[in-house]
């Protein structure tokens, strides 16, 4: 079966500093996709980057970009340059099987970030 | 365009009430479908579509039902509401192609937070 596993409840950074938020995947599939999604305190959940298991690049969306280690089955979300407004829950999810656009979430890690 | 809508925003029900909640995209995409947000837990999948006419279980599809008449609309019926079924739902859409990366992002509502006493 698919999982997805977020193992930091929550994190703290500074202001201006990079941050690594963790993502380990299980999946026999050949063929998924990952993603990461935003959850500010309104709770409206924002797409932040995609990153398909035949892309031979990591995936990069300004501040935000994946590092994609596909032997290790991890997808971490690594924050550049972080801001206050990065404060807010992150959440890994995967395509579900045969890479349908059911999605598999992770419990999430709440970033806090201080000034 | 307005992207995913859904409502109420808010909802209160007692035990045993049933309600609809709605959920609209003018995005003319083929998937769409419903998760629940429940503290600790991530999200988790209730049930889907894959076009009008269409639908499928989730991983948590008891007490809820869906209909897809329409490509726009994807109504969430709770049945016989229960206070396991407090929670914040989420309705998400997206167009099943893959020819680009933009076309893998689901777009997702703003949220019902449902409490049922």
């Known amino acids: 079966a698919q999982k997805i596993t977020q193992t930091q409840p929550g994190m703290f950074v500074q202001e201006k500093e990079a941050v690594t938020l963790d993502c380990t995947y299980d999946t026999s599939d050949p063929s998924y996709g990952l993603f990461w999604y935003k959850q500010p305190s309104s709770g409206e959940m924002i797409f932040l980057i995609y990153?398909?298991?035949?892309?031979?690049q990591n995936a990069t969306e300004g501040r935000y970009s994946l590092n994609f280690q596909k032997a290790r089955k991890s997808a971490n979300l690594v924050i550049s340059a972080s801001q206050l407004g990065d404060s807010a829950m992150y959440f890994c999810?995967?395509?579900?099987?045969?890479?349908?656009?059911?999605?598999?979430f992770g419990t999430g890690t709440r970033l806090q970030v201080f000034p | 365009n307005a992207g995913v809508t859904q409502t109420p925003k808010f909802q209160v029900l007692k035990t045993g009430q049933s309600m609809t909640l709605q959920c609209a995209q003018d995005m003319n995409h083929e998937y769409m479908s419903w998760y629940r947000q429940d503290p600790g837990m991530g999200l988790r999948l209730i049930h889907y579509s894959v076009g009008a006419g269409i639908t499928d279980q989730g991983e948590v599809p008891n007490g809820y039902n869906v209909s897809r008449s329409t490509t726009e609309d994807f109504p969430l019926r709770l049945l016989s509401a229960a206070p396991s079924q407090t929670s914040v739902y989420f309705c998400?859409?997206?167009?099943?192609?893959?020819?680009?990366?933009?076309?893998?992002?689901?777009?997702f509502g703003p949220g019902t937070r449902l409490t049922v006493l």
């Open positions: 998400a859409s997206s167009y099943s192609g893959t020819i680009s990366v933009r076309s893998n992002e689901q777009f």
């Open positions: 999810a995967m395509r579900g099987p045969y890479n349908t656009d059911k999605l598999i």
């Open positions: 990153q398909g298991s035949y892309d031979q």
